[in-house]
């Protein structure tokens, strides 16, 4: 069974940097594209990051240049680097995995952005 653990977030002040992990197991993570979601409150979930299983990424317009996803297939780990956080970044980020018509879901892990 997969199942996708993210960890790393936490309070930071607006302007700093964070780096969130999702790790899975099971033996499907290097065949996978990854993603990265985030929910605000009282909002729908959105797409923050994507990458591929050859590298290529793509971001959200309010992201790009701010935040940049990788992934680790020796570790079986995907990461999201956030710089220069503001306010509006404060959510609840999901990990996302996809390989053919299966899709898994990380439990969220918290990032408040306040002074």
């Known amino acids: 069974q997969v199942q996708l653990v993210g960890s790393g977030g936490g309070l930071v002040q607006p302007g700093g940097s964070l780096t969130l992990s999702c790790a899975a197991s099971g033996d499907i993570f290097s065949r996978s594209t990854l993603r990265w979601y985030r929910q605000a409150p009282g909002k729908q979930r959105e797409f923050v990051a994507f990458i591929a299983t050859g590298g290529g990424t793509n971001y959200e317009e309010s992201v790009k240049g701010r935040f940049t996803i990788s992934r680790d297939n020796a570790k079986n780990t995907m990461y999201l680097q956030m710089t220069r956080l503001k306010p509006e970044d404060t959510a609840v980020y999901y990990c996302?995995?996809?390989?053919?018509?299966?899709?898994?879901w990380g439990q969220g892990t918290q990032v408040t952005v306040s002074s």
């Open positions: 996302n995995m996809i390989l053919g018509g299966d899709l898994y």
